[in-house]
């Protein structure tokens, strides 16, 4: 019951789109267009770094939000410590998974990263600090976003193992890297061809 129960709401959550939010507000598409990602950092280059910060803002807190709840609800439960972490990375997954595939855009969404930081935080403020801080020191050093988020992932995912919370959220840690991976194969792609977005530009935007 609480597996389900974790999946469900967790996806639910994560299809509430910050950029949609602001999309309808503002009248643009984000989705359609910039680089055709619901994300904060598309908004960022469609919108000004404004925007895009406060779909951050609202994709971060989408992911706290249920993360926190659930550990309140399963403390009160009574269940053993390992299986309240396993329950809370899966309704973290979960989260990731309905922001990239939500059924209120066709289950076409975003990447998931602002809802990653939200989880890392969420789960552990010490792998939160620790990953979080990889991802803004690369980014700057690389000038790109991608970089440091697929950093980010790898910090996760390592310090979730030698922080010893188990082989299964270890696990969970690995899909969202790989999924992330899969997700930036465009990115991946625009850096090869020079053609990517860097950050300084979009810190550059007006509008």
């Known amino acids: ?76 439960a009574d269940l053993i410590n390992e299986l309240q972490v396993f329950i809370l990375y899966i309704v973290g997954a979960a989260v990731i998974i309905g922001h990239n595939y939500p059924f209120t855009m066709n289950f076409s969404g975003g990447k998931g990263t602002a809802s990653m ?38 910090t996760f995912t390592i310090t979730t193992f030698v922080f010893d919370h188990g082989i299964y959220p270890t696990m969970i840690a690995l899909f969202l890297f790989l999924l992330s991976v899969y997700k930036h194969v465009e990115n991946i792609k625009r850096i090869k061809n020079k053609t990517e977005v860097r950050i300084s530009g979009s810190f550059k935007k007006k509008k």
């Open 1 to 76: 019951m609480y597996f389900i129960g974790a999946m469900i709401i967790g996806y639910l959550i994560g299809c509430i789109h910050g950029s949609q939010i602001i999309g309808k507000l503002k009248g643009v598409n984000i989705k359609q267009s910039g680089v055709k990602n619901a994300g904060a950092s598309n908004t960022m280059i469609v919108l000004g770094w404004k925007y895009g910060i406060i779909v951050a803002l609202i994709d971060i807190g989408k992911a706290v939000l249920p993360i926190v709840i659930g550990g309140i609800v399963l403390n009160d």
């Open 117 to 154: 930081v939200g989880l890392i935080l969420a789960l552990d403020w010490k792998i939160g600090l620790i990953s979080i801080g990889i991802l803004i020191i690369t980014a700057i050093v690389t000038d790109y976003l991608v970089v440091g988020v697929f950093l980010m992932y790898i």
